[in-house]
């Protein structure tokens, strides 16, 4: 399904490139590298990133999304501000308010506010994934600052600084297990179950 919409959205950037371009070869070259640009670009990786993502999965990822973020900036920090504002900050601070003093929202771990809109039904939770690196530094960020000035919170920044980290880097680098081959996971993974359900030392 996530593939459908990406591919869908990229073949309307492509048919909008081809009418402001014109069907020549250079239209068509710019509305396909526009396409691609649509959103992050995995197929753009530098000799090293390529390598490492053969043993760490979504390293390229990780790393495009970020160098996106810093390229569209760059070329138009005003309107990618507004444009974030308007699509990631103005949503988050809403549903906050919303959210607040509902104790089925105050009762969820910190993480999933941080990387999630959460909108709250009747009867059920829905949890929608915000962007990655833009979600934290426009989404969460006014989030903590919102709780900080409302209730003058202490730890209304804490782990922030780490939600940004893990958003825009492809390994955690405070956690040495991250830099381990993704190969390796599912090994430690089996290895930690087994000692906690049977009471035996890690």
């Known amino acids: 399904i996530s593939s459908v919409l990406e591919e869908a959205t990229r073949l309307a950037q492509f048919r909008a ?8 070869p250079t239209g068509i070259r710019r509305a396909a590298y526009a396409s691609r640009e649509i959103s992050v670009d995995f197929q753009r990786a530098g000799t090293y990133g390529r390598q490492a993502n053969q043993i760490k ?16 900036f760059r070329r138009d920090p005003i309107g990618y501000t ?15 308010l919303l959210n607040k003093d509902d104790p089925r929202y105050q009762e969820l771990p910190q993480w999933r506010k941080d990387l999630y809109w959460v909108i ?27 709780r900080w000035v409302e209730e003058n919170d202490p730890e209304a920044f804490e782990g922030v600084a780490r939600a940004l980290m893990e958003a825009t880097m492809p390994v955690d680098p405070t956690n040495p297990l991250d830099w381990l081959p993704d190969a390796f996971t599912p090994i430690l993974e089996v290895y930690a179950n087994r000692s ?6 890690i």
Do not use: C, H, W
């Not at 906690?196 to 030392?201: G, W």
């Open 196 to 201: 906690l359900f049977t009471d035996r030392p």
């Open 120 to 146: 709250l039904g009747e009867d059920e939770i829905v949890f929608y994934p915000k962007p990655f690196e833009i979600g934290v530094l426009f989404g969460t960020l006014p989030e903590r600052i919102l």
């Open 17 to 24: 490139g081809l009418r402001a371009e014109g069907e020549t």
């Open 82 to 96: 507004i444009r974030a504002f308007t699509f990631i900050t103005l949503p988050s601070i809403a549903l906050y």
């Open 57 to 72: 999965a979504f390293f390229n990822a990780a790393v495009q999304g970020t160098d996106q973020m810093a390229r569209l």
